[in-house]
Structure formats: C-alpha cells, structure tokens
C-alpha cells in the first residue's frame, strides 16, 4: 500500500510539472521563429533615431511593445528630451497625444503625405480629418494610441527603408503587424541592393571585357 502512495505521489509530479516544460519548448520555438525579424525590427529602430541597440533593448524590456518603441523615440526626437522622460510620462497613465500635447506639440507631427486618394483602416479616420480640415485646425484632432502607433511606425518604415507609404497602409490594412511588415519591407531591400550589385558587378565585368577586346583590335590594325 505504501509503495501505491509512493508511485501515485510521483505521477501527480510529473502530471503537474511537465505541461510547462512542454509549452516553454513550443513557447522558445516560436521566438526563434519572430527573433530575426524582432532584432531587425530593433536595429533599424536604433539607426532611423540614431541611439545605440543597448539602448532600444533597455525600454522594451522595460515592458513596452514592440510597435510601441518607435513612438517613445519619436516623441523623444521631437521634444528632444530622454526617452525616459517620455516612459514614465506614459507610465503616469498619459496617452501619447496628451504626451504630445504636453510638450508643446502637435498632432501635424504625425501626418505623412501619401499619393492615393483613398485610404483605409486603420488609417481612414485619422487622415479623413487631415484631408476635411486645413492644417491650422489639425491641432483639433483627436488621435487614439492606435492612431499615434499606425501613424508613427508608418512614418518609420517608409522613411527608413524609402519605401511608399501606400504599400505600408496596405499591409496594414491587411492585418499585418509592423514586424513582419518591416520584415517584408527589409527583405525586399536587401534583395533589390544583392540584385543592384550584381547587375554593376556583371556590368563592369562586361565593359572591361570590351575595353580589352578594343585594345586587341587597335593592335592588331598596327601591325
């Protein structure tokens, strides 16, 4: 009897302790999945804004998301104070228009020119009040954190990476977050600068063959 309570008790351990293992296994496989595109995602966040990676990592492991990052850089940017100022004005409960708006700021700060006539959401209601009301009245509006996110990370990735800011809307619209759009968009222009180089790469290597194939000839006619 006592060796039944015995194997009991060691089953009830190993029931209870090995679905954590198991769903930090499947948790750790599904990071080093996003982790290239995240450490992309942060890099260029680093280069667009001109601060050092260590320093990215130090306010996102301070709790924000992702998306948020380049808002808190944004801000710090414009009012060109720390990013810490800016953490802990939104750790006080304030929004990132009220952050704005405290620094003297204003919502214009967030617009981008973009070609199409149309846009959708998550952009419509933001840029439906840009295109309805003249620039003196875009201090009026009332941007939601949402707003200031799609706005902000927008402004990053087409100014970053000089892509359309359309094609950015686009995959948004389409559900896309901003790491795998950034990661699309960063991919792309890493395959357009191999391509690039290539293309100069045989380029030269054909004008040079040229170029000695003329010399021959001009030699030739010499002789």
């Known amino acids: 009897m006592r060796l039944f309570f015995i194997l009991f008790a060691l089953f009830l351990a190993i029931s209870c302790f090995s679905p954590p293992v198991m769903a930090e296994t499947q948790w750790n496989v599904g990071l080093s999945v996003d982790k290239e595109g995240i450490r992309n995602f942060n890099l260029s966040i680093g280069k667009y804004y001109q601060v050092p990676e260590q320093e990215v990592m130090v306010v996102r492991e301070r709790g924000f998301r992702d998306e948020e990052l380049p808002v808190i850089f944004f801000l710090a940017t414009r009012a060109r104070v720390a990013p810490g100022i800016i953490i802990d004005l939104r750790r006080r409960g304030?929004?990132?228009?009220?952050?704005?708006?405290?620094?003297g700021l204003g919502p214009e700060i967030y617009y981008v020119p973009v070609q199409d006539?149309?846009?959708?959401?998550?952009?419509?209601?933001?840029?439906?009040?840009?295109?309805k009301h003249p620039k003196h009245e875009w201090g009026k509006i009332a941007l939601a954190d949402d707003d200031v996110v799609n706005l902000v990370n927008l402004k990053f990735i087409s100014e970053y990476h000089g892509y359309a800011p359309e094609n950015v809307m686009k995959m948004r619209a389409e559900g896309k977050d901003f790491i795998t759009i950034h990661e699309a968009v960063y991919k792309e222009g890493k395959y357009k600068q191999a391509k690039k180089y290539e293309e100069d790469d045989n380029f030269a290597k054909v004008k040079k063959g040229k170029g000695n194939g003329k010399d021959k000839s001009k030699g030739k006619g010499k002789k």
């Open 94 to 103: 304030l929004s990132w228009l009220d952050i704005t708006l405290h620094f």
């Open 117 to 131: 006539a149309k846009v959708g959401p998550p952009y419509g209601k933001a840029y439906g009040y840009y295109k």
